[in-house]
C-alpha cells in the first residue's frame, strides 16, 4: 500500500512544476498520504496525461561516488525528502528520487524503494545498465523476497568486486538456496557487513552462516552466528548445523532439537530436516527409516528450500537402497517444482533406466500397475524415439487387453509432446484408431485436427484421411466421409465397405467393381469383394452383370468352400430369393476386404475402461 502511494506521487510530480497552478505542491504532498489507489499491488498507477519528459539521468548516476558500503546510501528523514520531490525541478527530479530510494534502502525499507526505483527506470529506461541503480535494484528486492530476481540484478561485472554489492549478494543467493554460491560472496562482503550496526548485520550474517556451513567450514559459522542470543531459535538451527559439520554431534543434535521446540514452523521442518540427517550422518537410524521420516516430514511441509532438501536426501538415500519406486517418487516431485542439484542429467537418465525395467512386459509388473506407473511419471520417460517405443509397448498391453480408452489417452500425451515433430503423424493414426476402438470418433477427430501439418508425406495423409473417413462415419456423417476419400488410393475399397453397411447397394456396385480380383487364386479377402458384388447384383436384380460375373469366377470358385455360396448367389433366377441371399450371406469369409479398416468400421464401444 505504502509503495503504491509512493509511485502515486513520485509519478504526479513528474506531471508539471510545483509552480504550476493546476497541480499545486501542498495538494499532491496531501494526496500521497491519503487513500491509496484503487489498484493491485503488482501495477503502479498509469502516468498522467501530459507528463514531463525528464532530463537523461543515467549518465550522471554513473559519475557519482560509488555506492561500496551501507553508509554510502543517502540518509533523509522523511519529510526532507518528500520536500525535495516536491521542489524539484525536472532536470533535478530523477537526483531527488534516487536521493529518496537510496535512504529508503537505508531504512530497509524494500518495497517502497522498489516502487521509486521502477518509477525512475520509467523515465530513462539506460538506468538498468547503471551499477549503482542495479545495486539499489537488487537490494530493495532482497529485502521483499525475491531473490532470483536480487541475485540477476546484481550480476553486473561492475559490481563483482563491490562490498555491499556482495553482502547483499549472500542474502540473495542464500534466499535461493545456493548457499555454496553465498560463501563464495563472504570474503568481499566481510567489510560491507561489519560495518553495519549489530541489528543491521543480522540477516547477513545468518546468510553468511548458511554459507560458511554449506561447504563444511562449522567453526566460521559459529563465529558469525555469536551476535545472537542462545534463545534465538534462527541461530539455533544454524549453530546445530555448524556444530554437526565440525564434528560435535552431541551439542549439534542437541541444539536441532531446541531450534524444534522453540522455532517457527518454517524453523521447525528445517531443524527435524538437519536432525534426520545428522542421525543418518552418525548410523542412528537405518536409511528405510530415514525415508520414512522423510516422507513424514514432507507430509507435513511443502515447498521451499526444506521440501527440496528432503527430496533431494530421500533420493539419495532411495538410491542407496536400491529402492527405485521411492527414488521414482522424489525425482519426480524435484524435476516438477525445482531444479535438481549437481547432475540432473545423470539422475534423469538413472530414472528413466528404471522407468523402462519397471514398464517392460517381462519385468512382472501387473498391467494395471505399471500403466499407473507410467502416467503419475509420465514427464520423466525418456523423449523422442525412445519415449514412443516406451509408451508404443504399454499401449500395445493395454490394446490387447481391450483397455483401448487407456491406451488411447496414454499414447495421446506422447503423442502432444511431440507437437510440430513429423512423427506426430504415425502416433497421431494410432491414438486416433485407438479412440474409435474406445467408442469415441469425436476425439479421433480431434486428434487429427489438432496434429495436422504441411510437412506430412502422402502416405502419411492417406492413412490419416482414411481414419478421419472412419470416423465421420461412426458418426453418421456419410457424405462427409466419403469426401474425406477423395482422391485417396484405396478410397474405392473404404467406400464400398461403408457402402456395404449402409445397404447403399447402387453405389456398392459402382466402387467395389473397381476392387474385383482377377480370375485365379482367392484370398479370403477376394473371395468376399466377389460374393459381396454378386449379393449387390441380386438385390437390385441385375441379372446380367450377375451373369457376367458367374461367368468370370466360376471356374475359381469350384474348389473354395464357399463355391456353394457364389452359385446359389449367381443362379438365374427371375425373382429375388431372400432366403438364398441369407444362407449365402453367411457363407461370404469374414476377412475385411479393407483390413484393419473394415475392423475399424465395424468396433463397437469398449466396455472395458481399466
Same mark, same amino acid.
Given at each position: 500500500?505504502?509503495?503504491?502511494?509512493?509511485?502515486?506521487?513520485?509519478?504526479?510530480?513528474?506531471?508539471?512544476?510545483?509552480?504550476?497552478p493546476a497541480h499545486p505542491p501542498a495538494e499532491d504532498h496531501g494526496a500521497a498520504h491519503g487513500a491509496a489507489p484503487a489498484a493491485s499491488a503488482e501495477e503502479a498507477p498509469p502516468a498522467p496525461a501530459g507528463r514531463a519528459v525528464l532530463p537523461p539521468f543515467a549518465a550522471i548516476l554513473a559519475q557519482m561516488p560509488r555506492v561500496t558500503d551501507s553508509r554510502d546510501w543517502p540518509e533523509l528523514t522523511e519529510e526532507a525528502a518528500w520536500d525535495a520531490l516536491i521542489n524539484a525541478k525536472p532536470d533535478t527530479r530523477q537526483l531527488a528520487r534516487w536521493r529518496y530510494a537510496g535512504s529508503l534502502i537505508r531504512r530497509g525499507m524494500g518495497a517502497e524503494a522498489l516502487g521509486v526505483l521502477e518509477t525512475m527506470e520509467s523515465d530513462d529506461e539506460d538506468l538498468a545498465l547503471v551499477a549503482p541503480f542495479q545495486l539499489a535494484t537488487g537490494a530493495a528486492l532482497v529485502m521483499v523476497?525475491?531473490?532470483?530476481?536480487?541475485?540477476?540484478?546484481?550480476?553486473?561485472?561492475?559490481?563483482?568486486?563491490?562490498?555491499?554489492?556482495?553482502?547483499?549478494?549472500?542474502?540473495?543467493?542464500? =534466499?535461493?538456496?545456493?548457499?555454496?554460491?553465498?560463501?563464495?560472496?563472504?570474503?568481499?562482503?566481510?567489510?560491507?557487513?561489519?560495518?553495519?550496526?549489530?541489528?543491521?548485520?543480522?540477516?547477513?550474517?545468518?546468510?553468511?552462516?548458511? =554459507?560458511?556451513?554449506?561447504?563444511?567450514?562449522?567453526?566460521?559459522?559459529?563465529?558469525?552466528?555469536?551476535?545472537?542470543?542462545?534463545?534465538?531459535?534462527?541461530?539455533?538451527?544454524?549453530?546445530?548445523?555448524?556444530?554437526?559439520?565440525?564434528?560435535?554431534?552431541?551439542? =549439534?543434535?542437541?541444539?536441532?532439537?531446541?531450534?524444534?521446540?522453540?522455532?517457527?514452523?518454517?524453523?521447525?521442518?528445517?531443524?527435524?530436516?538437519?536432525?534426520?540427517?545428522?542421525?543418518?550422518?552418525?548410523?542412528?537410524?537405518?536409511?528405510?527409516?530415514? !525415508?520414512?521420516?522423510?516422507?513424514?516430514?514432507?507430509?507435513?511441509?511443502?515447498?521451499?528450500?526444506?521440501?527440496?532438501?528432503?527430496?533431494?536426501?530421500?533420493?539419495?538415500?532411495?538410491?542407496?537402497?536400491?529402492?527405485?519406486?521411492?527414488?521414482?517418487?522424489?525425482?519426480?516431485?524435484?524435476?516438477?517444482?525445482?531444479?535438481?542439484?549437481?547432475?540432473?542429467?545423470?539422475?534423469?537418465?538413472?530414472?528413466?533406466?528404471?522407468?523402462?525395467?519397471?514398464?517392460?512386459?517381462?519385468?512382472?509388473?501387473?498391467?494395471?500397475?505399471?500403466?499407473?506407473?507410467?502416467?503419475?511419471?509420465?514427464?520423466?520417460?525418456?523423449?523422442?524415439?525412445?519415449?514412443?517405443?516406451?509408451?508404443?509397448?504399454?499401449?500395445?498391453?493395454?490394446?490387447?487387453?481391450?483397455?483401448?480408452?487407456?491406451?488411447?489417452?496414454?499414447?495421446?500425451?506422447?503423442?502432444?509432446?511431440?507437437?510440430?515433430?513429423?512423427?506426430?503423424?504415425?502416433?497421431?493414426?494410432?491414438?486416433?484408431?485407438?479412440?474409435?476402438?474406445?467408442?469415441?470418433?469425436?476425439?479421433?477427430?480431434?486428434?487429427?485436427?489438432?496434429?495436422?501439418?504441411?510437412?506430412?508425406?502422402?502416405?502419411?495423409?492417406?492413412?490419416?484421411?482414411?481414419?478421419?473417413?472412419?470416423?465421420?462415419?461412426?458418426? =453418421?456423417?456419410?457424405?462427409?466421409?466419403?469426401?474425406?476419400?477423395?482422391?485417396?488410393?484405396?478410397?474405392?475399397?473404404?467406400?464400398?465397405?461403408?457402402?456395404?453397411?449402409?445397404?447403399?447397394?447402387?453405389?456398392? !456396385?459402382?466402387?467395389?467393381?473397381?476392387?474385383?480380383?482377377?480370375?485365379?487364386?482367392?484370398?479370403?479377402?477376394?473371395?468376399?469383394?466377389?460374393?459381396?458384388?454378386?449379393?449387390?447384383?441380386?438385390?437390385?436384380?441385375?441379372?446380367?452383370?450377375?451373369?457376367?460375373?458367374?461367368?468370370?469366377?466360376?471356374?475359381?470358385?469350384?474348389?473354395?468352400?464357399?463355391?456353394?455360396?457364389?452359385?446359389?448367389?449367381?443362379?438365374?433366377?427371375?425373382?429375388?430369393?431372400?432366403?438364398? !441371399?441369407?444362407?449365402?450371406?453367411?457363407?461370404?469369409?469374414?476377412?475385411?476386404?479393407?483390413?484393419?479398416?473394415?475392423?475399424?468400421?465395424?468396433?463397437?464401444?469398449?466396455?472395458?475402461?481399466?
Amino acid at each position: 500500500m505504502r509503495r503504491l502511494l509512493i509511485v502515486a506521487l513520485l509519478a504526479s510530480t513528474a506531471a508539471a512544476p510545483p509552480s504550476d497552478p493546476a497541480h499545486p505542491p501542498a495538494e499532491d504532498h496531501g494526496a500521497a498520504h491519503g487513500a491509496a489507489p484503487a489498484a493491485s499491488a503488482e501495477e503502479a498507477p498509469p502516468a498522467p496525461a501530459g507528463r514531463a519528459v525528464l532530463p537523461p539521468f543515467a549518465a550522471i548516476l554513473a559519475q557519482m561516488p560509488r555506492v561500496t558500503d551501507s553508509r554510502d546510501w543517502p540518509e533523509l528523514t522523511e519529510e526532507a525528502a518528500w520536500d525535495a520531490l516536491i521542489n524539484a525541478k525536472p532536470d533535478t527530479r530523477q537526483l531527488a528520487r534516487w536521493r529518496y530510494a537510496g535512504s529508503l534502502i537505508r531504512r530497509g525499507m524494500g518495497a517502497e524503494a522498489l516502487g521509486v526505483l521502477e518509477t525512475m527506470e520509467s523515465d530513462d529506461e539506460d538506468l538498468a545498465l547503471v551499477a549503482p541503480f542495479q545495486l539499489a535494484t537488487g537490494a530493495a528486492l532482497v529485502m521483499v523476497g525475491h531473490y532470483r530476481d536480487a541475485v540477476e540484478a546484481l550480476s553486473l561485472p561492475e559490481l563483482e568486486g563491490n562490498a555491499e554489492a556482495c553482502a547483499w549478494r549472500v542474502r540473495a543467493l542464500a =534466499g535461493t538456496g545456493d548457499d555454496k554460491a553465498a560463501a563464495r560472496q563472504i570474503n568481499c562482503a566481510v567489510p560491507a557487513i561489519n560495518g553495519r550496526t549489530p541489528q543491521e548485520r543480522k540477516p547477513f550474517t545468518l546468510a553468511a552462516a548458511r =554459507g560458511a556451513i554449506a561447504i563444511n567450514q562449522g567453526q566460521p559459522a559459529l563465529a558469525w552466528l555469536k551476535l545472537f542470543g542462545e534463545q534465538d531459535a534462527q541461530a539455533n538451527l544454524l549453530r546445530g548445523k555448524a556444530l554437526l559439520a565440525s564434528g560435535d554431534p552431541a551439542e =549439534g543434535l542437541f541444539r536441532l532439537s531446541r531450534a524444534e521446540l522453540s522455532g517457527t514452523p518454517e524453523i521447525q521442518a528445517e531443524a527435524k530436516l538437519a536432525h534426520i540427517e545428522g542421525d543418518l550422518k552418525l548410523h542412528r537410524i537405518a536409511p528405510a527409516e530415514g !525415508i520414512k521420516q522423510l516422507e513424514a516430514l514432507r507430509y507435513g511441509w511443502r515447498g521451499g528450500p526444506v521440501e527440496q532438501g528432503a527430496l533431494q536426501l530421500e533420493y539419495k538415500l532411495a538410491l542407496a537402497e536400491n529402492d527405485h519406486r521411492a527414488a521414482l517418487r522424489s525425482a519426480a516431485t524435484l524435476f516438477r517444482y525445482y531444479r535438481p542439484d549437481g547432475d540432473s542429467g545423470a539422475m534423469l537418465k538413472q530414472i528413466q533406466a528404471w522407468l523402462g525395467e519397471m514398464l517392460a512386459p517381462d519385468s512382472g509388473t501387473p498391467l494395471p500397475e505399471a500403466a499407473g506407473l507410467y502416467w503419475d511419471y509420465k514427464e520423466l520417460a525418456p523423449a523422442g524415439a525412445e519415449g514412443d517405443a516406451l509408451a508404443l509397448r504399454l499401449a500395445g498391453r493395454l490394446e490387447a487387453a481391450g483397455l483401448y480408452p487407456r491406451a488411447a489417452e496414454l499414447l495421446q500425451y506422447q503423442l502432444m509432446q511431440r507437437r510440430q515433430d513429423v512423427a506426430q503423424g504415425p502416433l497421431s493414426v494410432k491414438v486416433a484408431t485407438l479412440f474409435i476402438l474406445s467408442g469415441d470418433p469425436v476425439k479421433a477427430l480431434d486428434t487429427l485436427h489438432a496434429t495436422e501439418q504441411a510437412s506430412y508425406s502422402d502416405g502419411m495423409r492417406f492413412d490419416r484421411k482414411r481414419i478421419e473417413a472412419v470416423a465421420l462415419y461412426k458418426l =453418421g456423417r456419410e457424405d462427409a466421409a466419403m469426401a474425406a476419400l477423395d482422391g485417396i488410393p484405396g478410397g474405392s475399397g473404404v467406400r464400398s465397405e461403408i457402402h456395404w453397411r449402409t445397404r447403399n447397394w447402387g453405389s456398392f !456396385i459402382t466402387e467395389n467393381e473397381a476392387t474385383l480380383p482377377a480370375p485365379g487364386a482367392m484370398t479370403p479377402p477376394a473371395q468376399a469383394i466377389v460374393l459381396r458384388q454378386a449379393v449387390a447384383l441380386a438385390m437390385l436384380n441385375q441379372e446380367a452383370k450377375l451373369q457376367a460375373l458367374r461367368a468370370r469366377y466360376s471356374a475359381a470358385f469350384k474348389a473354395l468352400p464357399s463355391a456353394q455360396a457364389f452359385d446359389l448367389l449367381t443362379q438365374p433366377t427371375p425373382t429375388v430369393d431372400p432366403a438364398r !441371399i441369407s444362407a449365402a450371406m453367411a457363407a461370404i469369409p469374414e476377412a475385411s476386404p479393407t483390413g484393419a479398416i473394415g475392423d475399424l468400421l465395424d468396433a463397437t464401444a469398449s466396455t472395458t475402461t481399466g
